[in-house]
C-alpha cells in the first residue's frame, strides 16, 4: 500500500504538472466499489470535474486531493496498489521546434488506475481550506509532514500513555497519526530501536524522544528523495528486508545483523533483534511459522485472520481469482488539461523516477 512517502511523491507530480489546467475531457468509469464505497458514482464524479481548473493538490497520510476552482474537490486514497499516472511525467521536453501555442502541446493526460479496486474517489463540497475538516480527514490523525509541528514529543507522550497496544499497531492506526504504514513503521522502529510488540504504555522518556526523531528523521527522508527506495540510505532496514539473501537463509543487514519476522497487530514486521530489545511487556508473540502451521479450525489462527485489516481480505480475495486481467482500464482518466499558452522553454526537465 502506498504509504506517506509515495504519496507525497504523487503530490509533487500532480503540483507539477495538473495544477493550473483546466479539465477539458474527463472521463469516469462506473464503479460501484471505488466510487459506490464512499456515497458517490462515475457519473456524479465525471460531471463535478468537467470543466474545473485544478488549483491546487494536498495530502494527509495516505489520503491526497486536488482543489478545483470551486467545490467539490477530488479526494482519493490508493488502497493496496493504485496509482495516478500522469503523460510523460517523469521525463518530458519543451519542445521548440512547434510554435507555443500548437494545440498538442497544451495538453497533458492524467489515470486514476487501481486493478485490485481498493482505492477509494470521493467528492468533498466545501471551501477548499476545510478539506481536512470533513470525512475521510477529520476521522485521521496529524500528518508527522505536514502538521510537524503538532506531532512533538509532547503530543506523542500524551499520545502513547493513552493506549496499551502495541507500539507498532498504534502507528499503524491512522486514527493515531497519518501516512505510517507497514514499511515505515518498520524503518521508524528500527531507528529508534523500540521493539513492534512492546506496549506504546511501557515506552520511558529516552524511548518516547528516540521514536519521535525516528518518526521524523525517516519521514522527512523519504519524502526528500521523492519516494526514490534506490536513493534510501544503505544501512536502512528498508533496502535489506525484501528476502534478497538465499533461499533458506534469513535476510541480514550489511553489519552482519539478521532480520526477522513476526506477525503484529495482523501485518508481519521486520525486526533487528541484536537492536530492537523487548524492555517492557509485550504482545503475545506470533510469528509467521506458527500461524501457518496451526490447523484451520484453531482459535488461534482465527484470531489472527480476524486481525487483518478490510483491505487486505478484499485484496487477497481478488487476487486468487483465476484468469483476471493483469491490468484493468484507468478507473478515471482525465485529458486534455489545457492551460495558457506558455513561451517554449530549451533544454529538458527530468523527474525522480522509482525503479519497481
Not at 311 to 337: D, I, L, N, W
Amino acid at each position: 500500500m502506498p504509504e506517506l512517502a509515495e504519496i507525497h511523491r504523487i503530490v509533487h507530480f500532480i503540483r507539477e504538472h495538473l495544477v493550473g489546467k483546466t479539465l477539458s475531457k474527463v472521463q469516469a468509469q462506473h464503479d460501484d466499489i471505488i466510487f459506490g464505497k464512499v456515497g458517490t458514482s462515475a457519473a456524479e464524479f465525471q460531471k463535478a470535474m468537467q470543466g474545473k481548473k485544478i488549483v491546487g493538490a494536498g495530502q494527509q497520510g495516505k489520503y491526497f486531493w486536488m482543489t478545483m476552482s470551486s467545490p467539490p474537490h477530488a479526494v482519493m486514497h490508493f488502497g493496496m496498489a493504485g496509482w495516478l499516472k500522469i503523460k510523460d511525467a517523469d521525463t518530458y521536453y519543451y519542445r521548440t521546434d512547434k510554435p507555443a501555442d500548437q494545440d498538442d502541446e497544451s495538453k497533458t493526460e492524467a489515470a486514476f488506475v487501481d486493478a485490485r479496486r481498493l482505492g477509494r474517489v470521493r467528492l468533498v463540497d466545501c471551501p477548499a481550506d476545510e478539506i481536512r475538516d470533513h470525512t475521510p480527514l477529520k476521522e485521521n490523525g496529524p500528518d508527522p509532514v505536514t502538521d510537524k509541528d503538532t506531532v512533538d514529543e509532547a503530543w506523542l507522550t500524551e499520545k502513547l500513555g493513552k493506549k496499551k497496544v502495541p507500539i507498532k499497531a498504534l502507528l499503524l492506526d491512522q486514527a493515531n497519526i497519518s501516512g505510517i504504514g507497514n514499511w515505515m513503521g518498520d524503518e521508524i522502529l528500527y531507528h529508534a530501536k523500540i521493539h513492534p510488540e512492546q506496549y506504546s504504555n511501557t515506552l520511558n522518556a529516552d524511548q518516547i524522544k528516540d521514536l519521535h526523531s525516528a518518526i521524523h528523521y525517516v519521514c522527512s527522508t523519504s519524502i526528500g528523495v521523492l519516494a526514490d527506495s534506490e536513493k534510501f540510505p544503505e544501512h536502512w532496514l528498508f533496502k535489506h528486508r525484501w528476502g534478497k539473501g538465499k533461499k533458506n537463509q534469513p535476510a541480514v543487514l550489511p553489519n552482519g545483523d539478521k532480520i526477522t519476522f513476526l506477525t503484529v497487530g495482523g501485518r508481519t514486521s521486520a525486526v533487528v533483534p541484536a537492536v530492537q530489545k523487548k524492555t517492557g511487556p509485550v504482545a503475545k508473540d506470533i510469528d509467521e511459522d506458527v500461524t501457518k502451521s496451526a490447523p484451520a479450525n484453531s482459535k488461534r489462527k482465527r484470531v489472527v485472520l480476524k486481525e487483518e485489516s478490510e483491505s487486505e481480505a478484499e485484496e487477497a480475495t481478488q487476487t486468487s481469482k483465476r484468469g483476471a486481467p493483469k491490468q484493468k482500464s484507468p478507473t478515471v482518466k482525465s485529458e486534455y488539461f489545457e492551460e495558457k499558452a506558455k513561451p517554449a522553454v530549451v533544454g529538458r526537465r527530468r523527474s525522480t523516477r522509482t525503479s519497481k
